[in-house]
């Protein structure tokens, strides 16, 4: 029996898929969102007001001007107080009159005293007469109403002296705390009245910034905290403010607290009145 061979040709090659790799499973992460917060507002020192005229009267000298800096005390400006000063010095001579009458009554008194004391002894012993010794005792009693008397002027002198230098001083306006002078409202020989404005002073520092912030914050904003403060005057300078104050009340009308922050370094470029923004990074 014969076989005959087969000739089919051999299927053509086919190159199997590579079997998947297994590839370890990656860790879930949560990505954590962040809340930006921006506030901006003026700068602001706490010292800083209007100074008022506390008499009226005739500004006779000034002492300083715009942009001029100036110490708690420094006299700024002057009133007319030649009246004034003629006024307390002849209530400064009644005074002293006064004073010396006073003296001279407490000499007498003790005098008379003494010679009471001695017409006491004297008619114990029996060795005056009663009305020699009543004469003396109401002598004494006189004199000591003298003085009373002498003691009341005096207080009354003094009171008078105290009031007119009082009135005296407030011809003298004084700086109430060291700073700059932004704003001058007078000018030489103007008549001012009881009220009016005469300056404008800001305190030196420190430079400080309000603003209010959403209640979801408040548990998050801590006395302390450090923030960085711009300002678009100086737009390539940043600097470091810290918390220094946050309200522990809800406004409960606008759903917002308030948080006050103060500048690190008050020798800075920065000044009052400046508009400043702080960014803050909340989780």
């Not at 898929?17 to 962040?34: G, K, N, Q």
């Not at 305190?203 to 914050?217: S, V, W």
Request: glycine share 4%; net charge negative.
């Amino acid at each position: 029996m014969t076989f005959t061979a087969c000739s089919d040709p051999m299927p053509p090659s086919v190159s199997a898929a590579p079997e998947p790799v297994p590839v370890a499973p990656r860790e879930s992460i949560t990505p954590v969102r962040e809340n930006t917060f921006t506030a901006s507002g003026p700068l602001v020192v706490e010292h800083q007001l209007d100074l008022l005229a506390q008499r009226d009267g005739v500004i006779s000298r000034l002492a300083a001007d715009v942009g001029i800096r100036v110490k708690m005390g420094d006299v700024l400006a002057e009133l007319d107080n030649r009246q004034l000063t003629a006024d307390l010095e002849a209530a400064r001579s009644k005074a002293n009159s006064a004073d010396a009458e006073l003296k001279s009554w407490q000499s007498e008194e003790k005098v008379l005293d003494s010679d009471y004391e001695r017409a006491k002894k004297l008619w114990d012993a029996q060795l005056i007469p009663f009305e020699q010794f009543e004469h003396t005792k109401y002598k004494a009693e006189e004199e000591h109403f003298e003085v009373q008397r002498a003691q009341q002027s005096l207080a009354a002198a003094n009171a008078t002296r105290e009031s007119i230098a009082l009135e005296l001083d407030k011809t003298r306006i004084r700086a109430p705390f060291s700073g700059v002078i932004s704003r001058r409202y007078i000018r030489d020989g103007q008549e001012v009245t009881r009220g009016d404005r005469l300056f404008w002073i800001t305190g030196d520092g420190p430079l400080r910034m309000g603003f209010t912030m959403p209640e979801k914050f408040i548990n998050q904003i801590k006395k302390g905290m450090e923030v960085n403060l711009t300002t678009s005057d100086l737009p390539d300078r940043s600097y470091k403010a810290k918390v220094v104050e946050v309200s522990p009340v809800i406004d409960p009308s606008s759903g917002s607290f308030e948080v006050l922050i103060q500048v690190e370094n008050s020798r800075t470029d920065l000044r009052p009145g400046m508009n400043a923004s702080v960014k803050l990074t909340m989780f």
